[in-house]
């Protein structure tokens, strides 16, 4: 079978099962530019290479620049532009200053990858919400509301958002705890109601963003032995990372939704090994999707704002993107 096969530069190319020997030959991503939040280290790394082989130019976040142009190289290494920007997704700012430095470099994005997260760290973000919630949701609303216009712009484009099983443990959304600081036996009840909210979002987006030719996805990439597990203390880290699924194990999934064309004509669903599964009942409450996002909305909008007239890094100016509505 051939590595690659040129079907244009907006369509999606996706392999039968049995025809995958390696993540290089999934499928076809020549002229897209994929974003990936948490793309220098674990699953997030192996993603970013995957795309890279497959053919897509590659913007790679991280919180430390150094890890992020490491994986940049690697890009570059396969014969694909790469970008790699510093970014903590629970910091505005640097989501703020990302969008504005890949516009300035690219012009576009195909893909948006909302995979940064994190669990068990306690305190909170700058704006005063619950660092796990800040980083695995709401950051990454505010990215993706950011880049909305653009990805419109790219059609036919997708939006992926990687959330986990342990959303169907979250029973209810409380919105003054979402301000409360994480402790050590509220660490998994918080973890499970950001991701919660992953699936939640994902679901309404789908709603919103119909027939604009964007897609969204959430999903279950399995347990990976991922650095979401950094905070967990150790000895109990490498007990529980034993027991789990590679980070080039768990990517499949995020590749399946990102890429192929069975899951274009599915927007909104949740997957889990590579194949439509139902989620936690609460996912299918359209007033609960509604709520996040005008929660979501509320906090993120006086930024948004201010984001949309900030002077943008040099050379940006002109690719600052228009403020969505």
């Given at each position: 079978?051939?590595?690659?096969?040129?079907?244009?530069?907006?369509?999606?190319?996706?392999?039968?099962?049995?025809?995958?020997?390696?993540?290089?030959?999934?499928?076809?991503?020549?002229?897209?530019?994929?974003?990936?939040?948490?793309?220098?280290?674990?699953?997030?790394?192996?993603?970013?290479?995957?795309?890279?082989?497959?053919?897509?130019?590659?913007?790679?976040?991280?919180?430390?620049?150094?890890?992020?142009?490491?994986?940049?190289?690697?890009?570059?290494?396969?014969?694909?532009?790469?970008?790699?920007?510093?970014?903590?997704?629970?910091?505005?700012?640097?989501?703020?200053?990302?969008?504005?430095?890949?516009?300035?470099?690219?012009?576009?994005?195909?893909?948006?990858?909302?995979?940064?997260?994190?669990?068990?760290?306690?305190?909170?973000?700058?704006?005063?919400?619950?660092?796990?919630f800040g980083v695995n949701h709401?950051?990454?609303?505010?990215?993706?509301?950011?880049?909305?216009?653009?990805?419109?712009?790219?059609?036919?484009?997708?939006?992926?958002?990687?959330?986990?099983?342990?959303?169907?443990?979250?029973?209810?959304?409380?919105?003054?705890?979402?301000?409360?600081?994480?402790?050590?036996?509220?660490?998994?009840?918080?973890?499970?109601?950001s991701k919660l909210c992953n699936?939640?979002?994902?679901?309404?987006?789908?709603?919103?963003?119909?027939?604009?030719?964007?897609?969204?996805?959430?999903?279950?990439?399995?347990?990976?032995?991922?650095?979401?597990?950094?905070?967990?203390?150790?000895?109990?880290?490498?007990?529980?990372?034993?027991?789990?699924?590679?980070?080039?194990?768990?990517?499949?999934?995020?590749?399946?939704?990102?890429?192929?064309?069975?899951?274009?004509?599915?927007?909104?669903?949740?997957?889990?090994?590579?194949?439509?599964?139902?989620?936690?009942?609460?996912?299918?409450?359209?007033?609960?999707?509604?709520?996040?996002?005008?929660?979501?909305?509320?906090?993120?909008?006086?930024?948004?704002?201010?984001?949309?007239?900030?002077?943008?890094?040099?050379?940006?100016?002109?690719?600052?993107?228009?403020?969505?509505?």
């Open positions: 079978m051939s590595d690659r096969v040129d079907t244009g530069a907006n369509a999606f190319r996706h392999f039968a099962d049995d025809e995958i020997p390696c993540p290089a030959q999934l499928f076809d991503m020549t002229g897209k530019v994929v974003l990936i939040t948490g793309g220098s280290r674990g699953m997030g790394r192996a993603m970013s290479l995957a795309f890279a082989e497959a053919g897509a130019d590659v913007i790679v976040t991280s919180r430390k620049i150094e890890a992020c142009e490491e994986v940049a190289a690697l890009v570059r290494a396969r014969g694909q532009r790469a970008l790699g920007v510093a970014c903590h997704v629970g910091k505005w700012d640097d989501i703020d200053r990302l969008v504005k430095t890949a516009y300035a470099e690219f012009g576009k994005i195909d893909v948006l990858i909302n995979n940064a997260g994190l669990a068990g760290k306690p305190g909170l973000t700058a704006q005063g919400f619950q660092l796990t709401l950051g990454h609303f505010l990215l993706t509301e950011l880049l909305l216009e653009r990805l419109k712009g790219s059609a036919p484009a997708r939006v992926v958002n990687v959330a986990s099983k342990a959303h169907f443990s979250a029973d209810s959304l409380d919105w003054d705890r979402l301000r409360t600081p994480t402790t050590t036996t509220r660490s998994l009840p918080d973890y499970n109601v699936v939640l979002h994902a679901k309404e987006l789908a709603r919103r963003l119909e027939g604009t030719g964007v897609t969204t996805y959430s999903l279950h990439p399995g347990v990976i032995a991922s650095d979401v597990w950094r905070n967990v203390p150790w000895p109990f880290r490498s007990v529980m990372k034993a027991f789990m699924k590679s980070n080039e194990e768990g990517a499949q999934t995020t590749l399946h939704c990102a890429t192929s064309e069975a899951a274009a004509a599915q927007s909104g669903l949740y997957y889990d090994e590579r194949e439509p599964k139902e989620p936690n009942r609460l996912a299918h409450d359209e007033a609960l999707q509604d709520a996040l996002e005008a929660k979501s909305r509320e906090w993120v909008d006086e930024f948004m704002d201010r984001s949309s007239t900030a002077g943008a890094p040099a050379g940006a100016a002109a690719d600052t993107p228009p403020r969505p509505r």
